[in-house]
């Protein structure tokens, strides 16, 4: 089974700046959109950026202005830059996959900690 292989979360200062990656393991059928989530323990799952196509992002307002979502088209790739990062950002960051069928794929997750 295809799984999403995610990195580059870590323990940064406030100001500071990450980059998460992720990319499938396997073959997924045509990629309808590449995503990224956030969860804090005892909160929902909270859509933070998605990218349909080139040009048709999605941006949380909590994080407008200074993540960037990107992605590699050939190598299927989906990047996070997270820029002026606060302590509010801190949770565990999830990349996700949507087929065409609808499916979605997740990955298994990666602590972004934002503290001084």
């Known amino acids: 089974q295809v799984q999403l292989v995610e990195s580059g979360g870590g323990l940064v200062q406030p100001g500071g700046s990450l980059r998460l990656s992720c990319a499938p393991s396997?073959?997924?059928?045509?990629?309808?959109?590449m995503a990224w989530y956030r969860q804090v323990p005892g909160n929902q799952r909270e859509l933070v950026a998605d990218s349909i196509s080139v040009g048709n992002t999605y941006y949380a307002n909590s994080v407008k202005g200074r993540f960037t979502i990107s992605r590699d088209y050939a190598k299927n790739t989906v990047y996070l830059r997270m820029n002026s990062l606060k302590p509010e950002d801190t949770a565990v960051y999830y990349c996700n996959v949507k087929d065409i069928r609808d499916f979605n794929y997740w990955g298994q997750g990666t602590q972004v900690t934002v503290s001084s």
């Open positions: 396997g073959n997924i059928d045509i990629i309808y959109s």
